[in-house]
């Protein structure tokens, strides 16, 4: 049975997939309605939480992975899914997040922009390298024959495009942009959490064979992006406010683009789009979770060091 999961294919049409990659495309432009140019100058005013968040997100997040994966050697097809997921930018609720928790926002705003330009190259580059060195999931990256540079296409399609589109539109229109905001980031979000939740229905047989080691891949593996982030800024001794923002965003990933990849680019994998539709509504449930309970510590005054 534990092999099985790496030979099937859950099921999603190609209308659904099409619909998945609108619904993503409208959530990113939401985003950026709201994100501005002087939000990347956030890196010269504030570089050594930019970079930590950055760092996080795409070199740190990714190795300590690997490391999970090569300690509780998951099934291929689960171990490439958390790969994929760790390879992926912040996701689309981080902002809010960090709002809730009275962290940051305005760096939570820059790491999602620089974020989401550097998924376009380090996204596909992660995924084929921490995958390519565990055995048994370089079989099936050998297997797909993933071909690298339509992989960047698309993650420019969906991730760039948007994201510069939305931010002219904020920039010559900011007071449409504004209003159109507040409808684009809430119903495009609710849109693609029902399909996360469709998917997941429609193959309800195979999620509940492998529920119980889903549900602890995810949540550990999620445990510990929320701790690296958490320590990471310690570590660099920042400020409270930047250290939640860091630890939100590098435990929200976009796991929407990640199941769009596994949709378009393994067919399905059952695993990875096991991991990566689970991941969509747990890192919800954490995130909100510890937003709260943060939005409730007074936070002190403290000047960056």
């Known amino acids: 049975m534990d092999a099985q999961i790496d030979q099937l294919r859950i099921n999603f049409d190609s209308g659904a997939l099409w619909t998945m990659n609108i619904a993503l495309a409208l959530v990113m432009f939401g985003i950026a309605l709201e994100i501005k140019p002087a939000d990347f100058r956030q890196v010269l005013r504030n570089p050594r939480a930019v970079l930590t968040g950055v760092c996080c997100q795409f070199l740190l997040l990714p190795a300590l992975t690997f490391l999970l994966i090569w300690w509780w050697q998951p099934q291929p097809s689960f171990a490439l899914g958390m790969i994929l997921v760790a390879s992926c930018p912040g996701g689309n609720v981080s902002n809010f997040m960090s709002h809730l928790c009275r962290g940051n926002t305005a760096l939570s705003v820059s790491l999602t922009a620089i974020a989401t330009l ?76 029902l399909l996360i939740f469709i998917a997941l229905y429609n193959n309800r047989d195979i999620f509940m064979d492998y529920v119980g080691l889903v549900f ?77 309970i943060w939005g409730g510590i007074p936070i002190r005054k403290e000047s960056v060091l």
Do not use: C
């Not at 339509?150 to 539109?169: F, R, S």
């Open 118 to 193: 550097l998924a376009v190259i380090m996204t596909p580059l992660n995924l084929q390298g921490w995958g390519s060195l565990y055995q048994p999931s370089a079989a099936l990256l050998t297997d797909v024959h993933i071909n690298l540079w339509e992989m960047v296409q698309l993650v420019a399609l969906l991730l760039g495009l948007p994201l510069i589109t939305g931010m002219l539109v904020g920039y010559w229109k900011p007071e449409l942009a504004k209003r159109m905001a507040k409808i684009f980031k809430v119903v495009s979000l609710l849109f693609f959490v």
């Open 216 to 292: 602890a891949l995810v949540f550990f593996h999620n445990l510990s992006a929320f701790l690296l982030g958490y320590t990471s800024g310690r570590v660099m001794r920042l400020p409270f406010r930047d250290v939640k923002s860091i630890t939100i965003e590098t435990g929200i990933q976009n796991s929407g683009l990640g199941l769009l990849l596994i949709f378009t680019f393994f067919e399905g994998l059952g695993g990875m789009a096991l991991i990566a539709a689970f991941w969509g509504i747990w890192h919800l449930v954490s995130g909100l979770a510890l937003s709260a």
